[in-house]
């Protein structure tokens, strides 16, 4: 599975600690084979999208529009075979001849833009974290201070240095413990996996396996990989947990790299600066945004991978989001792209803890307010109520007194109604998947987040969970829409969204990341409900004319 770190890219590890607590042993999707009923479970009926039906019984020889969305994101791999003919192709653009014939100021940006770059066709993805940056850039200056001879102004900013400091060293004694801790075992697993290669000679099945009897020297070896895979677990499993928290030390919780001054040089500070970047829009690690392009609109019905929401799509592929926080900069400079360059729905799936230069990412999100361009945002994976915890970006911020007209911010739904619990212990999660941010106020809906089959890189396709998959299904409902209904605002279509949701709202659940207590579902977001393609069709036919 791909290891999305941070935010809305790490629930499959928060989802996996209860599973080490049974098993002692990591969660991974790579040892698991799908269950044909998993790949389009969330175009189905239930707690799905109904998406199938109203194709099916709606919207059957109606003609569409096709439709521009912009993903600002990891990357996307544009030459996957099931987003042929999906993909956003800038008709002004000469490809390759290294001039910005349009004059946007983004040379040969073909299929979008990748925020994450140089000139040279260099680019960053291991990054750091918010709160190892403010501490670099603090740390020279309060490492010594004396806090009652600091002025009004830097005792602020020095609250903040004490903040991110003890983040930070907790953070880093949590991952360099995974680590030690998994050491030994990952040894013996590397030892086992080798011995048994070469006896196979390349890779083995567990039926190969269970032939091996008590008299070979391998026995135990083979033992001990039918018991992980009994438990879905593997060898690799083990080995991209370790890694992972290895990634956290060296990147993600270390002040002292800095690879975008390396690579790119620009202030991140400065706004009107925006000659960097290039334009490989796929970069070195697509997998996250490939996902989430192949839930909007992977090709429907042509029996390979999944389909996706949106049947008429064009797919701009912006890349601003690392393996690590992303920068303001990066995110306000992306929406501006998007909304320069034609998209009416942008799908965000991503959040960051600190936003240092917040009031650059508000003016671009009103930039695409007043274009009525729409934003869908991911909540977030760290199953805390984002009312009472800023997620940036946010669909309000300290400063504002309403929230922005075109956002939508989407928390993660399941398969399942209802969840298992045994011996306090979550054995399912119930219809709020538990890694699902919430907030009564901030987060607007809820969309199908679990056990998602999508697209990754290179042909391929992987089952994933998060926030950052139930984004996607709400930006699909908004292209097919307007591919649809083009007379609507994209404004409107987020109101015809947000009432057309199959509703929830007294049916109680466990309040996310606690198995202890219950909480109705509309205490979760505004609208109580989880968004409904059929619904929200029928819904825009009755006022469409």
């Known amino acids: 599975m791909e290891i999305f770190l941070i935010s809305q890219k790490n629930s499959s590890y928060m989802k996996m600690k209860h599973l080490l607590l049974l098993a002692l042993f990591p969660f991974s999707l790579y040892a698991q084979k799908v269950d044909s009923k998993l790949i389009n ?44 003919g999906q993909i956003w192709i800038n008709e002004d653009e000469i490809p390759g001849n290294k001039l910005d014939d349009d004059n946007n100021g983004y040379i040969d940006d073909v299929n979008g833009w990748n925020f994450l770059g140089n000139s040279d066709g260099e680019n960053i993805n291991d990054v750091r974290l918010g709160e190892a940056r403010i501490y670099a850039q603090l740390h020279e200056k309060y490492n010594t201070a004396t806090y009652d001879s600091l002025s009004s102004e830097d005792k602020i900013e020095y609250d903040l240095y004490v903040e991110v400091s003890e983040k930070l060293e907790k953070e880093r004694a949590v991952a360099q413990k995974e680590v030690d801790d998994y050491a030994d075992i990952l040894k013996v697993l ?233 011996k306090g212990v979550l054995k399912r999660d119930g219809l709020a998947a538990d890694f699902s941010n919430y907030g009564a106020n901030n987060v607007d809906v809820f969309a199908p987040g679990f056990d998602i089959y999508s697209t990754i890189p290179d042909n391929k396709y992987e089952l994933s969970d998060g926030t950052s998959m139930a984004a996607p299904m709400v930006t699909g409902l908004a292209a097919l829409l307007k591919s649809y209904y083009p007379k609507f605002t994209m404004l409107e279509i987020r109101e015809i969204i947000l009432e057309s949701v199959q509703e929830f709202k007294d049916y109680k659940i466990l309040l996310p990341g606690n198995v202890d207590k219950e909480i109705k579902f509309g205490k979760l977001c505004v609208t109580g409900g989880v968004i409904n393609v059929y619904n929200a069709v029928l819904l825009a036919e009755k006022r469409y004319n």
């Open 41 to 84: 479970w969330y175009n189905g009926t239930g707690t799905g999208l109904s998406t199938d039906i109203a194709y099916s019984k709606i919207l059957v020889g109606k003609n569409s529009k096709p439709v521009i969305v912009a993903i600002i994101d990891s990357g996307v791999d544009i030459e996957h075979e099931d987003l042929k």
């Open 190 to 422: 590397t030892a086992s996996n080798k011995k048994l290669k070469e006896h196979f000679d390349g890779d083995f099945s567990i039926k190969q396996l269970k032939k091996l009897n008590k008299k070979s020297p391998l026995y135990k070896d083979a033992k001990l990989m039918i018991r992980l895979n009994k438990f879905g677990f593997d060898y690799l499993s083990i080995k991209e947990y370790v890694n992972y928290y290895q990634d956290q030390l060296a990147y993600n919780y270390n002040p002292s790299i800095d690879p975008r001054a390396e690579v790119i040089g620009d202030d991140p500070s400065d706004f009107e600066d925006k000659n960097y970047g290039n334009n490989n829009v796929e970069g070195p690690d697509a997998g996250h945004g490939t996902h989430c392009a192949g839930i909007i609109g992977a090709l429907r019905g042509n029996e390979i991978g999944n389909d996706g929401v949106a049947g008429n799509v064009q797919i701009m592929s912006i890349r601003a989001v690392p393996n690590g926080d992303e920068w303001d900069k990066d995110i306000a400079l992306s929406i501006r792209y998007a909304v320069d360059n034609g998209a009416q729905v942008v799908n965000m799936s991503f959040g960051k803890e600190y936003s240092p230069y917040k009031e650059g990412v508000i003016e671009a999100i009103k930039y695409a307010e007043k274009n009525g361009v729409l934003l869908i945002h991911a909540a977030g994976n760290e199953s805390i109520d984002i009312d009472a915890i800023k997620n940036y970006p946010t669909p309000m911020y300290p400063s504002m007194t309403d929230k922005f007209s075109n956002w939508i911010e989407v928390g993660a739904s399941t398969r399942f109604k209802d969840p298992k619990v045994k």
